[in-house]
Structure formats: structure tokens, C-alpha cells
């Protein structure tokens, strides 16, 4: 027998009886972007391999060791997106929206590929939610960025988080800084790794994010970017400094925080785990890039943007038993005995499930005690048997799981006897905040 396909190393399927969880922090992610005016855009899971190698930059770790590149039938070289930032440029260009009103705020959710080593946290195909601002130069932007990162992470009930903040400055600043940091690592050459030797004269920045222990030991003590920034860049950094504190959001001032991407200038920022048993890990991240869009061939426009991991969230929400909502329930199974029973059954569900409640009807041909069983499993809210004597006295027996509890209910009036005992049944919504709530929590409630 020929061996069972297995997932690919560093992937991760996700089961239905998980999948609420993720459905959860995507819904409260958009709904979060969209409060700040960011609406979804959706780009092509791959893009020219030289999209990435002229934003990511050519000297990254990621271009140099991680991107899933493969020539396609017609010989184009092809890269699966190993983050969000780059396809929502190019899809920005390319449709013009620069000459719709500035700033444009776009928000995603995206399949990511790196081909990273798999441990903890660290996948080959990840999740981010990600948000780009493209028009706005001022430090009000990387604040409210940051700002609707933190509103997101505190919804989601994220409370011990840093917020790291740094600035990278401008390519001006850089030039200063990569010669300082040129003459720092050249007195250390024999020690770093071959990528790190090619990187020195080329970008020597790219050392500080290399992931070998020996190149991340030697740049720990290397010069900081901070102390090489422009007048014109930090003042754009006391700024965002200015307007956290406006906004009562806890910062700190990480000097270590250089990002793995070469696009970044200026503001870049960290959200690390504080909690003890995922402390350090990076939740999320993001920053300034006001070359990128013209390096992409675009105009000279500012912009800056934020992406977090879904799979870190998670990992962070389960290890410190964030609770999530409720598992979707199955409001009602309908068990059934004959054909006139199931032909009953199919016109009441048909229009139980157009009012949007879960119905489940027995659709193996079951006898009614397998049919009891699985609804059983199904973990169904209320059950009802339609059988020939139900169906001639025009009437049946709803039943009501957590409690035991029947009412009958005319099978004419079928739907409204239902959502009557289903509201009887509800939750006690004494003591819940609903202005704190968004539409889809409230719905999510009486579902
Ligand atoms: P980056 O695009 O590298 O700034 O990453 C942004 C966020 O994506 C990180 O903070 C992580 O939460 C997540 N992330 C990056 N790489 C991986 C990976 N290999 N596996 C899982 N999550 C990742």
C-alpha cells in the first residue's frame, strides 16, 4: 500500500473544530482596521520574484534564504509572498490609487511563505493580518497605526505587551550609520558567517538581523542606529513619542529594533509577548518605508504599515488561556422517521437556516436512535422528532438539551414556535456591555 501524503514540513492544517478560533481574530481584526477607515484589499498569493528582491531587498535574510521561488511554465520567475507589504504597493500602483484621496488605508489578511527552519511560532506558511497607510508623512500616522494595533491586541484580551519603538532614519542617517557599522564588524570578519561577509560591503545592516548565534552575539554590542539619526528624523521621532503619550499608550524605546526588511525608514516598531510563558515572542511589527513606493516605480509618497501574525496570536491567547468565544453550536437537529417526516424536515430547515440558525437534519438514512446520538455529538441546542404521528397531528415536541425541557410546537408554525423557545432559552444578557460590542459580537450572542 502506497504511504499516506503527509503536510508539508512547517505547514499547518486547520480543523473545523479550531477554525472559529482563527475566524475570531480575523473578524475582530478588520473590524478593528475598519474603524480606523482601513478597508481589505486582496493580492495574488504570488508576484514577480523581483517585486520582492527590490522591496524586501536583495541582502535580507529573507530574499537571500527564505523566498519559495520557482520558474512557472513560461519560464517567469515566480515567488509565493513571503509578507504582505510589497504586493499591496505594487497593487496600489498599478490600479492608481494615488490618485484617489491620500492617505489610502488598505488592510489584509494573507497566506505568508518563508522557508525558515519550522519551530514554535515559526512556520514555512503563516498568517498575517496586515494594514498599509500610503500619502501620510507625519508621525500622526505611525501613532495611529500603532494606536489600532494596540485597540486590536486589547479586544482580543492581550494585555501583557510591549510596544517597542525605534527609529531607523532616513537614507541620509543610514549612510552614516552603515560606515560606522562597516568598521565595527570589519574588526570582527573572521568570525561571522559567509551571507554576513557578502552583506558587509553591500548592506552592512542586514548583520544585525542575521539568525546565527555567532553574527547575533558580535552585533549585540554594535553600534545603535538611534544614535545617528538626522535632526529632521528625530524630531518626526519625539513626535510619535509625543502623540503615544497622547494617546496613554505605554511605550519603550528598543535601539535594537532594526526589522529584517530593507524597506523600512525612519519609525519602526515591535509587540512583544511580556507574558512568562511566551515572553520575547514578537507578536507583531511594522514601521515607516517612504522610499518603497518609488523604489516600486511610483511617486515620492510616504507610508508606513503594521503586520502580526495569526499563529502567534494564537499561540499567546492559548498558552495564557485567553478565552475565546463559544465553539458555533447546532441550534436544532431534526431526527426523522420516514420519507414524509424528512420531506417535513427539509422545507423546516430550509427556512430555520434562512433566518441563519444551524440546523442539522439526517442525511445517512439513520435510525432515529443513531439520529439521537449524533445530535447528541453535535452538541445540539434543542432536538425535535417528526414522525408519522407528529405529522398527522400537525404537531411535535421541541426539545430543549441543557435542560430537559419540551414544548410543543405546531409544525405549521413551525419556525416562529422555535425562535420562541430559542429566545426563552437564551443566554441571561443581564450585566452585558453592549456598547462595547461590535455588531458581529452581538450577533454572534443569539446565534
Ligand atoms: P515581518 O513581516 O517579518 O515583520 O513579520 C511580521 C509578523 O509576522 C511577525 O511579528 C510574526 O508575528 C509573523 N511572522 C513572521 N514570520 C513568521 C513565521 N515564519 N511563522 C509565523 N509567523 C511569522
Same mark, same amino acid.
Given at each position: 500500500?502506497?504511504?499516506?501524503?503527509?503536510?508539508?514540513?512547517?505547514?499547518? %492544517?486547520? +480543523?473545523?473544530?479550531?477554525?472559529?478560533?482563527?475566524?475570531?481574530?480575523?473578524?475582530?481584526? @478588520?473590524?478593528?482596521? $475598519?474603524?480606523?477607515?482601513?478597508? !481589505?484589499?486582496?493580492?495574488?498569493?504570488?508576484?514577480?520574484?523581483?517585486?520582492?528582491? /527590490?522591496?524586501? *531587498?536583495?541582502?535580507?535574510?529573507?530574499?537571500?534564504?527564505?523566498?519559495?521561488?520557482?520558474?512557472?511554465?513560461?519560464?517567469?520567475?515566480?515567488? @509565493?509572498?513571503?509578507? *504582505?507589504?510589497?504586493?499591496?504597493?505594487?497593487?496600489?500602483?498599478?490600479?492608481?490609487?494615488?490618485?484617489?484621496?491620500?492617505?489610502?488605508?488598505?488592510?489584509?489578511?494573507?497566506?505568508? #511563505?518563508? #522557508?525558515? $527552519?519550522?519551530?514554535?511560532?515559526?512556520?514555512?506558511?503563516?498568517?498575517?493580518?496586515?494594514? =498599509?497607510?500610503?500619502?501620510?508623512?507625519?508621525?500622526?500616522?505611525?501613532? =495611529?497605526?500603532?494606536?489600532?494595533?494596540?485597540?486590536?491586541?486589547?479586544?482580543?484580551?492581550?494585555?501583557?505587551?510591549?510596544?517597542?519603538?525605534?527609529?531607523?532614519?532616513?537614507?541620509?542617517?543610514?549612510?552614516?550609520?552603515?560606515?560606522?557599522?562597516?568598521?565595527?564588524?570589519?574588526?570582527?570578519?573572521?568570525?561571522?558567517?559567509?551571507?554576513?561577509?557578502?552583506?558587509?560591503?553591500?548592506?552592512?545592516?542586514?548583520? +544585525?538581523?542575521?539568525?546565527?548565534?555567532?553574527?547575533?552575539?558580535?552585533?549585540?554590542?554594535?553600534?545603535?542606529?538611534?544614535?545617528?539619526?538626522?535632526?529632521?528624523?528625530? !524630531?518626526?521621532?519625539?513626535?510619535?513619542?509625543?502623540?503615544?503619550?497622547?494617546?496613554?499608550?505605554?511605550?519603550?524605546?528598543?535601539?535594537?529594533?532594526?526589522?529584517?526588511?530593507?524597506?523600512?525608514?525612519?519609525?519602526?516598531?515591535?509587540?512583544?509577548?511580556?507574558?512568562?510563558?511566551?515572553?520575547?515572542?514578537?507578536?507583531?511589527?511594522?514601521?515607516?518605508? %517612504? *522610499?518603497?513606493?518609488?523604489?516600486?516605480?511610483?511617486?515620492?509618497?510616504?507610508?508606513?504599515?503594521?503586520?502580526?501574525?495569526?499563529? /502567534?496570536?494564537?499561540?499567546?491567547?492559548?498558552?495564557?488561556?485567553?478565552?475565546?468565544?463559544?465553539?458555533?453550536?447546532?441550534?436544532?437537529?431534526?431526527?426523522?422517521?420516514?420519507?414524509?417526516?424528512?420531506? $417535513?424536515? @427539509?422545507?423546516?430547515?430550509? =427556512?430555520?437556516?434562512?433566518?441563519?440558525?444551524?440546523?442539522?437534519?439526517?442525511?445517512?438514512?439513520?435510525?432515529?436512535?443513531?439520529?439521537?446520538?449524533?445530535?447528541?455529538?453535535?452538541?445540539?441546542?434543542?432536538?425535535?422528532?417528526?414522525?408519522?404521528?407528529?405529522?398527522?397531528? *400537525?404537531?411535535? /415536541? +421541541?426539545?430543549?438539551?441543557?435542560?430537559?425541557?419540551?414544548?410543543?410546537?405546531?409544525?405549521?408554525?413551525?419556525?416562529?414556535?422555535?425562535? /420562541?423557545? #430559542?429566545?426563552?432559552?437564551?443566554?441571561?444578557?443581564?450585566?452585558?456591555?453592549?456598547?462595547?460590542?461590535?455588531?458581529?459580537?452581538?450577533?454572534?450572542?443569539?446565534?
Amino acid at each position: 500500500m502506497a504511504a499516506n501524503i503527509k503536510a508539508i514540513k512547517g505547514t499547518k %492544517d486547520t +480543523l473545523p473544530s479550531e477554525s472559529y478560533k482563527l475566524q475570531y481574530i480575523e473578524q475582530a481584526a @478588520l473590524d478593528t482596521a $475598519k474603524s480606523f477607515g482601513y478597508h !481589505e484589499m486582496r493580492t495574488p498569493v504570488f508576484e514577480y520574484t523581483e517585486l520582492f528582491d /527590490r522591496s524586501v *531587498g536583495e541582502t535580507t535574510d529573507v530574499v537571500q534564504k527564505e523566498m519559495y521561488t520557482f520558474n512557472d511554465k513560461g519560464e517567469r520567475s515566480i515567488t @509565493l509572498r513571503p509578507e *504582505g507589504t510589497a504586493g499591496a504597493v505594487r497593487a496600489f500602483l498599478e490600479h492608481g490609487l494615488f490618485n484617489e484621496p491620500l492617505p489610502q488605508k488598505v488592510c489584509y489578511l494573507t497566506s505568508c #511563505y518563508r #522557508y525558515e $527552519k519550522p519551530q514554535a511560532g515559526r512556520l514555512r506558511e503563516f498568517h498575517q493580518f496586515g494594514i =498599509e497607510c500610503f500619502g501620510a508623512a507625519s508621525a500622526l500616522a505611525d501613532a =495611529e497605526i500603532i494606536a489600532l494595533a494596540k485597540q486590536y491586541f486589547d479586544f482580543i484580551g492581550i494585555e501583557k505587551l510591549a510596544v517597542e519603538i525605534n527609529s531607523i532614519g532616513c537614507p541620509e542617517c543610514r549612510k552614516k550609520y552603515s560606515e560606522a557599522l562597516k568598521s565595527f564588524f570589519e574588526s570582527k570578519k573572521a568570525d561571522l558567517c559567509e551571507t554576513c561577509l557578502s552583506r558587509l560591503d553591500r548592506n552592512p545592516m542586514r548583520i +544585525l538581523d542575521c539568525k546565527s548565534p555567532v553574527c547575533s552575539g558580535i552585533a549585540a554590542d554594535a553600534p545603535v542606529v538611534l544614535d545617528y539619526i538626522c535632526d529632521d528624523c528625530r !524630531e518626526h521621532f519625539e513626535k510619535l513619542q509625543t502623540y503615544l503619550k497622547a494617546m496613554e499608550i505605554d511605550f519603550v524605546v528598543n535601539p535594537q529594533i532594526v526589522r529584517g526588511l530593507d524597506y523600512y525608514t525612519r519609525t519602526v516598531f515591535e509587540f512583544v509577548s511580556m507574558d512568562e510563558k511566551t515572553k520575547g515572542l514578537v507578536l507583531g511589527g511594522g514601521g515607516r518605508y %517612504d *522610499g518603497l513606493i518609488e523604489e516600486l516605480g511610483g511617486a515620492s509618497l510616504p507610508a508606513c504599515g503594521f503586520a502580526m501574525g495569526l499563529e /502567534r496570536l494564537l499561540i499567546y491567547m492559548e498558552e495564557s488561556g485567553i478565552p475565546f468565544p463559544e465553539a458555533p453550536k447546532c441550534n436544532l437537529s431534526i431526527v426523522t422517521a420516514g420519507e414524509g417526516a424528512t420531506l $417535513k424536515a @427539509l422545507e423546516l430547515a430550509s =427556512e430555520l437556516r434562512a433566518e441563519g440558525y444551524s440546523v442539522n437534519i439526517d442525511i445517512a438514512g439513520r435510525s432515529i436512535k443513531a439520529q439521537m446520538k449524533y445530535a447528541n455529538k453535535l452538541n445540539s441546542q434543542f432536538t425535535v422528532v417528526i414522525g408519522d404521528n407528529e405529522l398527522e397531528a *400537525g404537531e411535535a /415536541r +421541541l426539545k430543549n438539551m441543557a435542560d430537559g425541557n419540551e414544548t410543543v410546537v405546531s409544525l405549521a408554525e413551525f419556525v416562529s414556535g422555535f425562535e /420562541r423557545a #430559542y429566545l426563552d432559552s437564551a443566554i441571561d444578557l443581564s450585566g452585558v456591555d453592549f456598547s462595547a460590542m461590535t455588531q458581529t459580537d452581538i450577533n454572534n450572542l443569539f446565534k
